[in-house]
Nanobody, 119 residues
Framework: QVQLVESGGGLVQPGGSLRLSCVVS????????MGWHRQAPGNQRELVAT???????NYADSVKGRFTISRDNAKNTVYLQMNSLKPEDTAVYYC?????????????WGQGTQVTVSS
């Protein structure tokens, strides 16, 4: 059974940084595509960043140049480094695993971690 557990969320001031982590239990982590999504109150869930099993990354326009997704296959972990945070980045952030980028949203999900950007 695959399980995803996120951590690293919290309260940060505008312009600050946070690093989210997502640890995946189960075997075969290195073959999967991974993604980070977020959902703010009253909004639909949106894709923030993805990384393929080969390390190719992609980002939403709203976070390009500020966020970096990475993975450590030895630790079964995917990260989201978030810099220059803005109040509009406030949301619950979810980690997601799938067989490919195309099928990511039909894969496994974590429980989410709250990120609040406020002074």
């Amino acid at each position: 059974q695959v399980q995803l557990v996120e951590s690293g969320g919290g309260l940060v001031q505008p312009g600050g940084s946070l690093r989210l982590s997502c640890v995946v239990s189960g075997s075969g982590f290195s073959i999967y595509a991974m993604g980070w999504h977020r959902q703010a109150p009253g909004n639909q869930r949106e894709l923030v960043a993805t990384i393929t099993n080969g390390g190719t990354t992609n980002y939403a326009d709203s976070v390009k140049g500020r966020f970096t997704i990475s993975r450590d296959n030895a630790k079964n972990t995917v990260y989201l480094q978030m810099n220059s945070l803005k109040p509009e980045d406030t949301a619950v952030y979810y980690c997601n695993l799938g067989a490919s980028i195309a099928t990511l949203i039909r894969g496994y999900w974590g429980q989410g971690t709250q990120v609040t950007v406020s002074s």
